[in-house]
């Protein structure tokens, strides 16, 4: 059984970071492709960025140069490191494990696990 346990969201203000992590049970991090998506207020969830088993990063155009995604394997957990924070970034932050396959892309929502998600503010 696999579960995801987002944590490290909070309120920030423009300009600051925050480190996001995903605590993962039932599969193994580094042999699994896991990414983060998010909903803002009013908005359909989003694709934010994803490392796929080889470890290849991809990021949504917005967030290319301000975020950063990682893992642990020791840990067995996936980070995202956020930078230079926008207001247009507050949403609910949520983890997610591809169920089948070790490369990353854009799926339909029962593909993946899903972590209950972490919310992030950011003030102006």
């Known amino acids: 059984q696999v579960e995801l346990v987002e944590s490290g969201g909070g309120l920030v203000q423009a300009g600051g970071s925050l480190r996001l992590s995903c605590a993962a049970s039932?599969?193994?991090?580094?042999?699994?492709?896991m990414g983060w998506f998010r909903q803002g207020p009013g908005k359909e969830r989003a694709f934010v960025s994803a490392?796929?088993?080889?470890?290849?990063?991809y990021y949504e155009d917005s967030v290319k140069g301000r975020f950063t995604v990682g893992r642990d394997g020791a840990q067995n957990m996936l980070f995202l490191k956020m930078n230079n924070l926008k207001p247009e970034d507050t949403a609910v932050y949520y983890c997610?494990?591809?169920?089948?396959?070790?490369?990353?892309?854009?799926?339909?929502?029962?593909?993946?696990?899903w972590g209950p998600g972490t919310q992030v503010t950011v003030s102006s």
């Open positions: 997610a494990a591809v169920k089948v396959g070790l490369s990353w892309s854009v799926r339909s929502a029962e593909e993946y696990y």
């Open positions: 039932g599969l193994t991090v580094s042999d699994s492709a």
């Open positions: 490392m796929s088993w080889s470890g290849t990063e």
